[in-house]
Structures are given as C-alpha cells and as structure tokens.
C-alpha cells in the first residue's frame, strides 16, 4: 500500500524554507522512500510570501504538479496568516504546523480549522535563542518528526549534520540540530 | 546490472552529474534560466578538478553552439547546454552542427520563448529546433533527464548515426525540482560510453582534411538525403542502446512508456512531466475501473510514428496534449498533434478521432482535475462520435 | 583525371562523404580551373628582373618557380585574372616578345587568339 505525504509551506522569501523542504526529503531517502521538493517560482526577492511543497512517498512520484490538497501545511512566518490562505485545500484530517507562541486552541480559533490535527512551535524564540538569527524553518522539521510517523527525528538529524556539515561551522551545526531537538520537544498538539 | 546510488538532486544537477560521469573533453556554454545549474554545477567540477574537462565561458549561446561544432570537429567529446531564447540565438548553428553530422549532445531545459518575457517551462523553444537534424529526447523526471543524457551520448557517437542529441526537461517543474535520482558508479557510465574515436577529425595532421566546406549544387542535395536517412535509420540503434542501459540501470528505458495503453478506451498523450501527473491520475481512474490509457514518447526526433499508431488505434478517442504551439498550422495545432495526425493517415488509421490540447505555456500549472477533465470531453466524444473543436486550450481562461 | 579526385557528379546519395567533409587534401589540382581564362597573361622572359612578385601575389600558385627562377605559368589553373600583370614592377625597355606593345614584362591577351593552338 502506498503511503504519500503531501505537505505546502508558507514562508517568506530567505527564511530557508526550500532548504528545510529539501533537508526533509533527504532525510528520508536512507529508508528507501521517494521524494520532490519544489517552490513555487514567482517574482522572488526576500521577504515576499512564498509557497513550496514537499511530497514524500513510499514508491516512485509520478505526478508533477502543486499539491491541491495537502495532508500538512507548515507555517514557517507567523505574520502570513491572514496574509495568504493557510488552510486553503487542506484536507479535513491534515495537519497544520505553525510557528507562533500561541497556543494549538487559540490558532485553530484564529483560523476557524476545526479537523486533523494542529501542532504549535515557538521556532522564532528558538532559532533567536539558539543562532541569534530568525531562520526557523530547519528547526520546525523537529515537528515534522512528531507530527507524522514517516518522518523519523533521528533521520533528520543525521541529514542536518551531514548536509549543513559542509558548509557550517561546527558549533553552529551543533546549534541547528539543538533547534531541531528542542522543536521536537517544546512543541504542543491540540 | 549495476547499483545506483540515490541522492537528493533537482533535474539540472542530476544532468550535471551525468556530464561530470561522462568527463567530456569540451563544454562550451553560455548561463541563461533555468539551465543555469548545469553550467554552474558543471564549471564548478572544473574548477574543482574533479574533471578534465576544457570549458569554454563564451560571450552568447550563438559562440557556445559554435566552439562546440569547432571543437567536436576536432574530435573532442563535446557537450552543452541551453534554454530558451539561448536555443534560439543558437538556431543557425544548430543546422551547421547536424550538417556536419558532430555528435554534440546538449542539454535543453524547456523554457517558454520571449515575447513577452517568461522563465517558466513550455516546449515552444526546442518545439521549433525539431527540424534542424538534432534528436531530441524529453523526459519526465530528473531521474530521465540524467538517463537520457547517458544514453544520448552514446547515440550521438555511434558510427552508424554521427548527429546531434538534444536532451530536454522540463524547466522548473523537474529542473528545478529536487527528487531521489539514482546514479550509476562513476565507471560504469565511463564503460557504458566508451572511448570517442571518431575517424575523421581536423586535428589529425597525418590524415588532413577539409570540413564545412563549401557544397555546391551537385552534392548539397545528396547530403542531405543522407542526413534524413541517418535520422530514419536510427530507430533499432537508439532500441539498442536504450536496452543496453536498461539492463545497466534496471530503470525501464522504452521509446515509448505506455501506461494501461493494452485495452484503453481513451489515451492521452503528451510529453515530459506532465506525463508523469496524468498517469497518476490514469491509475487512479483504472482502479475506479476505467479504460483509460497514458502515452509518453520519451523520444520525439526521430518520430516513432509507427509505434505511437500501433499504441492508439483501437482506442475510441485519443487527446494530444502540446506545450507548444505551432502558429499558422491547421487551426494553430501543436506540433506533436500535427506528427502524430500525420502519422495515423499514413497509416491509414483515419476514423480514430483525435483532438489537441495546448497546454501550460509559459508554466502555467497543468493539474490532476484539468486532465480528468480532457478524459471526460474524450468520453463524450466516445459516446456521441462528434469530435467538436480539434484545438483546444487546457487551463487557459474564458 | 583519377578516379577518386575532383569533383564527382556520378556518385548516388549513399556514397558521397557524410558531412560534406573532403577527404583527400589538395584535390583542387583535379580541378582544371584554366577552362575559367578569357585573358591569358604571357611573360617576356628575356627582360623578366626575376623579382618573384607575380609568383608571389598569384592567388591560384599558377606560376611555378624552378631554382629559384619564375619558370612557367600553370594554364591549367591560371583562372586569368590579371593581378600578376597588375603587380609587376618591371617596365620593359623593347617591345613585349609576344605582344609586340611597350608597358610591362606580363601582359594580358586575348585567350581567344589562341584557340588555334589548343586544338
């Protein structure tokens, strides 16, 4: 039977969210799954909202198109909502992820999204406290692995370490997997 | 069979890879979206040294496609790769490459032609390269796009073709888009295109010789006929070679991937990604148990016409879905309708009714419930045997 | 003329060279360009200075140097198109040995005075 997770992100143009897309993907590769991972292209410049998707499946992905109706959105900018349709196609038992410090009842009041599940995170207040910098999109994976049993926390780490690895300075990939960590932890289902 | 190794790659680096595998002795290329990538993944391997590859930063795609004829005139191994308007400032060259019969293989990632500007993937760019003598491979994913390339290289340099390969994808969705792609070792793709040795080249000073000479009246016309029967020619030996790689790679490697084309009813066909998200649809609507059929050809240039006919014709009513349009055709078709239409008069298959859909220019979004939509105007055509518009326009408003 | 030099009318499509590539280096001595002539440039040998200059600026090396020397022109090939007389330098002292005329030590003739000759 085949399993496929099929996840929007709403972000602002710099946060990292196509990275964190990627990252998430990867890391699920050594368990033999299949993924895509790709934003939607429009007038980039940092700041503007944009949208990028993530499909994860068990077998190979054949369709080739933005995903309608996802089973998870990941809201990586708190100061989109309102600004674009967060839960538009959303399916009624899908999952949303948000970055914010409200709780999960006060944002599904907010956003008058009664079904699934909703999983909050301070990742803002994280990333600044564990890199000085709001780039928050990384960390949220933390949620991904809790929110949903094909994401495993330990995969993602591996990845983060290996991928960032490159290109970083140790401490500060020591930095971003602790982000990742506490994410995992600190977030709150309701 | 040997084992691939998967790793995250969007479409242009996954060809990328494939040309740091190959080791080319030549790239000459000019940067232009969404082709970039491949250039500035593959200058970065040359800079790193990891190949021995001579790249030459050119000043425009026109003095790109020409160091590459110069070079492969040569008999140096030469790759590029383009997009777009690039592909077009390069059309003259194009005919010299494929004249000269050089076995250049570029990559194209698809991408809409100016005017008014767009970055964003069609098929109008190498759709109008389809007549300058290069075979063009398209594919689905970068998974494809970095098998076609192998494969392309070795078609390109069999003695019995010597002409150019063009290689597309699909800019953005798959070029841009990262997904697992498997990689074969490094050596088995050097093993799998072997060594260039062409027999006649301008470097070798025992043998001299003259090419791109001038051809006058009396032999211009022979050569030709010889280039169009080159191109004929070649289907058993790309089948050859595709199985070859398939046995290599254990991917399916067919000139054709047909999809529940056995017994369906109503088929569509179209090229490169979107392919891929209408068979995901046809399964989906064979497990609600419609006969209902999905036809990709993976090559175009050559036109496997024969085959695509075989494929379809028992079908009650078949759509032609186009990522280019072909202006002032027959009610403005796209150009895999007018081959494929073509294609079934000859054969005489002329009661089959077949109607065109252009669609996602200029990267406009081709969804699941659009193409669902074609399978119910080709159901109704069924039932009532009025074929209505022959072109139509998939996602296109009003 | 051999079998395999100049140009070749006779060949079907499948044999000619693929590519339009030219095989066989300096096969444009099959071609006999000499038949192009309507003027035939004639040296006075006597008052020739040897300056080389005409053998020099022929653009179809018609002109053959022995020894050192201007020996001959190569009417096979000499296409007639005056630049040897054009550019020499020597302006004879006796009338032309074959022309009869004052001016220079290569004059242009008629190539149809000479029609009796060739045949």
């Known amino acids: 039977m085949s399993q496929m997770l099929e996840i929007r992100w709403h972000g602002r143009a710099g946060q990292g969210v196509v990275t964190a897309g990627e990252l998430l993907g990867e890391s699920t590769m050594e368990a033999g799954m299949f993924f895509q991972a790709f934003p939607e292209y429009g007038a980039e410049r940092m700041g503007a909202p944009i949208k990028a998707y993530t499909r994860l499946s068990s077998e190979e992905i054949e369709i080739h198109s933005p995903i309608l109706e996802p089973d998870m959105v990941i809201v990586v900018n708190p100061n989109l909502i309102g600004v674009v349709d967060i839960t538009e196609g959303v399916k009624e038992e899908g999952t949303l992820i948000v970055n914010t410090s409200q709780s999960p009842e006060a944002l599904r009041k907010r956003l008058g999204f009664q079904g699934g599940q909703v999983w909050c995170v301070d990742a803002t207040r994280i990333a600044i406290e564990e890199f000085r910098r709001d780039i928050p999109s990384t960390l949220i994976l933390g949620v991904v692995a809790k929110a949903s049993e094909l994401v495993d926390l330990e995969a993602i780490v591996e990845t983060t370490r290996e991928t960032l690895g490159g290109k970083l300075r140790p401490e500060i990939v020591d930095a971003n997997v602790r982000a990742i960590e506490r994410a995992f932890e600190e977030c709150t289902q309701g | 069979m040997v084992a691939s190794q998967f790793m995250p790659l969007d479409g242009a680096n996954a060809v990328s890879q494939a040309m740091r595998q190959i080791n080319p002795d030549v790239v000459a290329a000019y940067p232009i979206t969404p082709q970039t990538a491949v250039v500035q993944n593959f200058s970065q391997y040359v800079a790193d040294g990891i190949v021995d590859t001579e790249f030459v930063p050119v000043e425009s795609e026109h003095a790109a496609m020409s160091a590459c004829v110069g070079a492969s005139a040569a008999g140096a191994r030469v790759m590029t790769a383009t997009s777009a308007n690039g592909l077009a400032l390069m059309w003259e060259v194009l005919y010299i490459a494929s004249g000269m019969r050089l076995p250049i293989v570029m990559t194209v990632v698809n991408r809409a032609l100016s005017s008014p500007l767009n970055i964003h993937c069609d098929h109008s760019d190498s759709m109008g390269a389809r007549d300058s003598g290069w075979l063009q491979f398209y594919a689905e994913s970068g998974q494809e796009a970095y098998d076609n390339t192998i494969k392309a290289l070795r078609i390109a340099e069999s003695k019995s073709l010597s002409l150019p390969v063009m290689s597309c994808q699909d800019g953005f969705i798959t070029g841009h888009g990262v997904e697992r792609v498997g990689l074969l070792p490094d050596e088995a793709v050097q093993e799998f295109v072997g060594s260039y040795e062409p027999e006649l080249t301008l470097l070798d000073t025992d043998n001299p010789i003259t090419m791109g000479a001038w051809d006058f009246t009396d032999h211009y016309f022979e050569h030709k006929r010889q280039q169009t029967e080159a191109m004929n020619a070649s289907m058993e030996l790309i089948e050859s070679v595709c199985q070859e790689y398939e046995m290599l790679s254990e991917r399916p490697q067919p000139i054709l991937d047909c999809y529940g084309m056995d017994d369906a009813e109503y088929a569509i066909i179209v090229l490169s990604s979107t392919a891929g998200t209408t068979r995901s649809l046809v399964r989906q609507m064979r497990a609600e148990g419609k006969k209902v059929g999905v036809l990709k050809p993976r090559l175009f240039r050559p036109f496997p016409a024969a085959q695509i006919v075989d494929c379809i014709k028992n079908c009650k009513a078949v759509a032609v879905l186009d990522r280019a349009i072909s202006f002032g055709a027959p009610q403005g078709m796209g150009p895999l309708f007018t081959d494929i239409t073509s294609a079934l008069y000859v054969a005489g298959e002329c009661d089959l009714p077949v109607v065109n859909y252009i669609f996602g220019l200029g990267g406009r979004d081709t969804t699941p419930p659009m193409i669902a939509g074609v399978f119910e105007d080709l159901e109704k055509i069924g039932a009532t045997g009025d074929r209505g518009d022959l072109v139509r326009y998939l996602g296109l408003r009003g | ?119």
């Not at chain 3, 600026?57 to 020397?69: F, L, N, Q, Y």
């Not at chain 3, 040995?97 to 008629?110: D, F, N, R």
Request: glycine share 8%; hydrophobic share 30%; with cysteine.
């Open chain 3, 1 to 119: 003329m051999t079998d395999n030099k100049g140009p070749r009318m006779d060949k079907p499509w499948q044999q000619v060279q693929p590519g339009g590539v030219v095989t066989e280096p300096g096969n444009s001595v099959a071609y006999n360009t000499g038949t192009w002539r309507s003027m035939r440039p004639l040296r006075d040998t006597e008052q020739c200075t040897q300056c080389l200059i005409c053998w020099i600026m022929c653009p179809d090396s018609a002109i053959t140097v022995e020894d050192g020397k201007v020996a001959e022109f190569d009417y096979d090939h000499c296409k007639g198109c005056g630049i040897c007389m054009e550019r020499c330098p020597v302006n004879i002292r006796e009338p032309h040995s074959h022309t009869g005329e004052m001016g220079k030590v290569i004059q242009m003739v008629l190539e149809s005075t000479f029609d009796n000759d060739n045949e």
